[in-house]
């Protein structure tokens, strides 16, 4: 009889526990996270311009002025070197399928118009650089998307 309690103890306390769930895909919990975390754009600097850069150069421009200078995509620290970036984009989208209609947002927003972030220090490098990442979040492939 001890048994059959102690049996019916473990099965009842079995239902009422709470079930661990293997999280899907997609998050169905609600967050405020920035959009930005929600999509994973691959790294768009190639390698031997990141190791120029490292370790990371302090303050709010001058990482992405660093790359940008050693990847040739400026022509001096305010004049996008528009030939270079668009290049360098078009042979990325190649080596990442999928995103076609990102780098096409980001060439039309950000190549061919003169974007302007509002950074409080001017920095055409920032501005260019924020600019592709938020054309590239509003062209997020499906596969990409992991909110």
Same mark, same amino acid.
């Given at each position: ?9 473990? +099965?009842?306390?079995?239902?009422? #526990? ?17 959009? =930005?975390? /929600? /999509?994973?754009?691959? &790294?768009? @600097?190639?390698?031997?311009? !990141? =190791? ?15 790359? +940008? &200078? @050693? =990847?040739?995509? *400026?022509?001096?620290? $305010?004049? !996008? $070197?528009?030939? #270079?970036?668009?290049?360098? *984009?078009?042979? %990325?989208?190649? =080596?990442?399928?999928? %995103?076609?209609? @990102? ?9 061919? $118009? ?14 260019? +650089?924020? /600019?592709?990442?938020?054309?590239? *979040?509003?062209? /997020?492939?499906?596969? @990409? %998307?992991?909110?």
């Amino acid at each position: 009889m001890y048994k059959f309690v102690i049996l019916c103890s473990i +099965f009842i306390a079995a239902s009422h #526990a709470d079930v661990v769930q293997t999280p899907t895909k997609r998050e169905t919990r609600a967050s405020l996270k920035p959009l =930005s975390v /929600c /999509c994973d754009i691959p &790294e768009l @600097a190639d390698e031997r311009q !990141l =190791s120029k850069c490292s370790p990371k150069p302090p303050g709010p421009c001058e990482d992405v002025q660093c790359i +940008f &200078e @050693a =990847s040739g995509f *400026l022509t001096d620290k $305010n004049t !996008l $070197n528009k030939a #270079a970036y668009r290049s360098h *984009l078009q042979k %990325w989208e190649k =080596s990442n399928p999928g %995103w076609t209609d @990102a780098i096409y947002k980001a060439i039309t927003d950000c190549v061919d $118009n003169d974007p302007r972030q509002h950074l409080d220090v001017a920095c055409k490098a920032y501005d260019v +650089f924020t /600019c592709t990442g938020i054309a590239m *979040l509003k062209k /997020c492939p499906e596969t @990409a %998307w992991k909110c």
